[in-house]
């Protein structure tokens, strides 16, 4: 069971150039985010998605793009790189949303992450 | 902005000694997490306690809620050198998101 995943892990661009960063789950999760974390910051949600289909924002969504058009996938894009954006993404996802019940249902299942350096 | 904000950010143990995180949030709460997060990986879920629920235990792991200061505490017991790690806490406070905390960076020495 692999949980979830995330391609690459490691990634160099130059600014102005696109990426897309790709995360898969295995366990039939309703519910998928992107996350980013930066030194002193802590994680920071820049999209979510509660279905296939559907996406919304979060707190840091500008710069960004996602697409859940299946399932067990959840693309986060960069269109313009710039070097703000270098950081360490984090994919998770989840059976329940967060804030309607409180079981092991809602607890977030991370990826390894994705080393995103932007020159 | 972040909701929970860990206290302290940096803590070094002795192996065998006891560790104590705190976390204050801002807002009500739905319930609230604790997440571990090895060096270069990525978070691993501890424990989670509900609003309603004041203390609850997980093995080596004790964590504490007190809604009426909007703060929770994670105790580690009888660390050891593997819970080198950094600890972090979430906060739902309703919708679909949780938001994390700055974290706590321990060290655990043998």
């Known amino acids: 069971n692999a949980g979830v995943t995330q391609t690459p892990k490691f990634r160099v661009l130059k600014t102005g150039q696109s990426m897309t960063l790709l995360c898969a789950q295995d366990m039939n999760h309703e519910y998928m985010y992107w996350y980013r974390q930066d030194p002193g910051m802590g994680l920071r949600l820049i999209h979510y998605?509660?279905?296939?289909?559907?996406?919304a924002k979060g707190e840091v969504p500008d710069g960004y793009n996602v697409s859940r058009l299946k399932k067990q996938n959840f693309l986060l894009g960069l269109e313009s790189a710039a070097p703000s954006q270098t950081s360490v993404y984090f994919c998770a996802s989840s059976r329940a949303p967060q804030g309607v019940i409180s079981s092991g249902a809602n607890v977030l299942t991370f990826g390894a992450g994705s080393r995103l350096t932007v020159l | 902005s972040q909701q929970g904000e860990e206290d302290p950010q940096a803590l070094s143990i002795q192996e065998g000694e006891n560790a104590t995180m705190n976390c204050s949030y801002k807002t009500s709460i739905n319930n609230l997490q604790w997440y571990r997060q090895n060096s270069g990986r990525g978070l691993v879920h501890l424990i989670l306690?509900?609003?309603?629920?004041r203390e609850k235990h997980s093995g080596r792991l004790r964590v504490t809620l007190d809604t009426s200061k909007k703060s929770s505490s994670l105790l580690i017991t009888a660390s050891r050198a593997a819970d080198t790690a950094s600890y972090f806490c979430a906060t739902a406070e309703g919708g679909n998101k949780l938001t994390f905390g700055t974290g706590t960076q321990l060290k655990v020495e043998l």
């Open positions: 998605s509660v279905g296939e289909g559907t996406t």
């Open positions: 306690i509900r609003s309603n629920e």
